[in-house]
Every structure is written in structure tokens, then in C-alpha cells.
């Protein structure tokens, strides 16, 4: 199971004999540990529900592995799962606009307009355009992001300053 951190998780387990028969009634136990470390997280109690149900809420506050054991009452067999937990998909959003951004800056899917030189033909000023797709930067549509750029060269032509700052 995958689940985002900070989500509500329902821990269950549904008892039934060896009759097909829903049993309540009994004491259903559940430890969690971080399986990186094998460490303990919490234990406690699930609740029964009734009609053979028992629950309990956790909200895993941490990204990672996860193992639960149920612990159930004699005569039935326990059981283990995993859960992986990981960041919400809004950070997730965020990463992956950050990668397109450095893919962009590294030779993938920009423009670099209006360029502006100085007297020896070198770059002083522009920007870089950056797009999502290669279709959308020969059409130039659906910027993604744009830098303003500057350099500046010393007496003898040789670049000492470059700068590149993000405008969207």
C-alpha cells in the first residue's frame, strides 16, 4: 500500500471462522515499525466495529517504509502488511516543475530572445524562455518559465560576471 504522508490510514482486519461466521468480540492488537531501523513506532488496540470488523486510524507523519503486524487472538493466524509512505503529490508537483525548470537550463526545450551585444559582439543581455515540449518552443507557446540574463566583460573582453535570475 501507498499512501501520502500526513493521511489518514485505516488499519483493518476482519475476523471470521472457520465457519465463514463474522466473529466480534475479541482483542485484535497492531504494532507499527519503521522498517528501515526495525524500530517501533506505536502499538496499541484496533477497536471493534462490529459484524467481524476492527479498525483503527493512524496518520503516518514520516516518509518511508512501514511494517504493520496484527497481532490476533488465538487461533487465528497474524498478519503483516507494508505500507510506503510518501511525500503529498503537491510536493511531488512542485519536484518535478523544479526538474523541468533545471532540464530546461540544461540545453533542453528554450530560447534564448532578445539578445542585446555590445560593440565587441558579445551577449550583455537576454532571456531564456523555457518550454515543456519541444513542439511548444518552435511554436513558442505555453512558456514555462523565463530568466532574465546578464554578463558583463572586463577591459579586455573576458566574461566576470554572469547572472541569470527567474522572472516567472
Known amino acids: 500500500m501507498r499512501i501520502d504522508k500526513n493521511s489518514t490510514y485505516f488499519m483493518e482486519v476482519l475476523l471470521v471462522d472457520s465457519t465463514n461466521n463474522r466473529v466480534e468480540g475479541k ?14 513506532v506505536e502499538e496499541g488496540q484496533l477497536e471493534d466495529m462490529g459484524n467481524g470488523l476492527y479498525r483503527k486510524e493512524y496518520v503516518f507523519s514520516q516518509v518511508g517504509q512501514f511494517r ?26 512542485d519536484m518535478r516543475d523544479m526538474i523541468k525548470r533545471i532540464l530546461g537550463l540544461s540545453q533542453e526545450n528554450y530560447i534564448l530572445v532578445p539578445l542585446e551585444y555590445n560593440r565587441f559582439l558579445q551577449l550583455t543581455k537576454g ?11 518552435i511554436s513558442e507557446i505555453n512558456e514555462k518559465n523565463s530568466y532574465y540574463i546578464e554578463a558583463e566583460y572586463d577591459n579586455e573582453g573576458k566574461l566576470i560576471k554572469y547572472k541569470v535570475v527567474r522572472e516567472l
Open 27 to 40: 482483542n485484535v492488537y497492531y504494532k507499527i515499525y519503521k522498517s528501515e531501523t526495525n524500530s517501533l
Open 68 to 93: 504493520i503486524e496484527y497481532l490476533l487472538p488465538e487461533g487465528w493466524t497474524d498478519k503483516v502488511e507494508t505500507v510506503i509512505v510518501t511525500e503529498s503529490q503537491t510536493v511531488l508537483s
Open 127 to 137: 532571456r531564456i524562455k523555457i518550454y515543456d515540449t519541444a513542439s511548444d518552443c
